[in-house]
């Protein structure tokens, strides 16, 4: 299939083999199962991985090249380890970025290349043809101006994609001018430098997307925490008060903004006699049990230690019964009791104070209060009650 000899094809087999089962080594030995390209380092990984694996290609090339071609030692190993460094450098960016079903894959395609962001990607195919016009192998460098605008645009795996066809695409111009004397090459060793230099420098962009990519994750995560709370996934007070004046100046005619102010009670009796690790339990509990009675749209907000918030999606004022919610919390919570680890059931109850607001302009300040007044008359009432006042 190759037209080399059997002997010449299974020196190539293992030539193939020892590289590949080197490379798999590193992995395994670096306890890596694979080499997730989002992270800041991970580029670095893949660089070591290739040169570990064209390295113990060439080791064999030291041997085969003399038998194969009659070159000399330093010959094999420089072109056998170059040619592996090559093709790795090439494919295992996007092996290692790929999506892992093939859904994803076209969601990511699609989502990248969408008619809004796929101008990079075109400038990139358009350089590209500058040194196919100009027969001039040092124009290759101006599509990597293209690749790097790909790399702030898209997502790992789409830059890797089109860095593997810019790759291929300038390997073969190489080839190609090289093959037709139209370069000043002193030999093939120039023609392996050239290639593996144009594979090298192409890494950049896969560093800049890495690099971008993760810190994006690290806002996302700071963002995150800044607006969450990290016991429950509640809002935090800050972005609940965001989320709640949000909802009160988008209010129009016909309809209402609700607001559910919500207290556990004697809930200092649960730390005191189960300790903290149980009071945690409950609010996590707690929440969760709101989450069910909520509905798409509705925002739950931990505000306080033990008192939490809701602000309902903007709803028709004559056809939304606040009420009838806080009584599926009051049920639900009493139906569903905190389980210890022991086994041991755990009920406790909630106060709740609701407050309404239908008239556009009206002040969070003023919908804050009277859910707030209505809350402590829930408390005096006996606590496990609902009081409503209208704004």
Request: proline content about 3%; charged content about 15%.
């Amino acid at each position: 299939m190759t037209g080399a000899s059997v002997g010449n094809a299974l020196i190539l087999a293992c030539g193939n083999l020892l590289s590949v089962g080197t490379g798999l080594l590193f992995l395994h030995l670096c306890r890596l199962k694979t080499i997730d390209l989002s992270e800041r380092a991970s580029v670095f990984q893949v660089l070591l991985l290739a040169l570990i694996g064209a390295n113990a290609g060439g080791l064999l090339g030291m041997v085969a090249w003399p038998k194969m071609f009659g070159g000399t030692f330093h010959e094999g190993y420089f072109y056998w380890a170059g040619t592996d460094f090559v093709n790795y450098i090439a494919f295992l960016p996007l092996l290692f970025a790929m999506p892992a079903s093939r859904i994803e894959l076209i969601r990511s395609l699609r989502r990248d290349l969408s008619q809004t962001k796929v101008l990079p990607a075109i400038t990139t195919l358009l350089m590209c043809g500058l040194p196919v016009w100009t027969d001039n192998p040092n124009a290759l460098a101006f599509p990597l101006l293209g690749l790097l605008w790909c790399a702030f645009t898209y997502s790992v795996f789409v830059t890797a994609l089109l860095t593997l066809l810019y790759c291929l695409f300038a390997l073969l111009q190489i080839s190609r001018v090289f093959d037709q004397g139209a370069a000043d090459f002193s030999g093939w060793a120039d023609l392996m430098l050239i290639r593996v230099s144009i594979s090298s420098i192409a890494l950049a962009p896969i560093v800049v997307s890495a690099y971008i990519h993760s810190t994006r994750v690290q806002v996302a995560k700071l963002a995150y925490s800044a607006n969450h709370d990290s016991l429950t996934g509640a809002l935090s007070r800050a972005a609940f008060m965001e989320a709640l004046q949000d909802r009160m100046q988008s209010l129009s005619d016909g309809q209402c903004v609700t607001l559910f102010l919500m207290d556990l009670d004697h809930f200092k009796n649960i730390n005191d006699t189960h300790g903290h690790l149980a009071g945690d339990s409950a609010i996590v509990h707690f929440v969760q049990v709101v989450q069910q009675c909520l509905r798409a749209g509705d925002v739950i907000g931990r505000i306080g230690g033990e008192e939490f918030a809701v602000v309902f999606a903007e709803e028709n004022k004559e056809d939304f019964d606040a009420p009838l919610i806080a009584d599926r919390i009051h049920k639900t919570l009493n139906d569903l009791p905190l389980v210890l680890p022991d086994g041991k059931s755990l009920p406790f109850t909630v106060s709740i104070g609701i407050a309404e607001c239908s008239t556009p302009g009206d002040s969070l300040e003023a919908l804050v209060q009277q859910a707030d007044d209505a809350l402590y008359k829930a408390k005096a009432a006996g606590r496990d009650q609902t009081v409503l006042n209208r704004v």
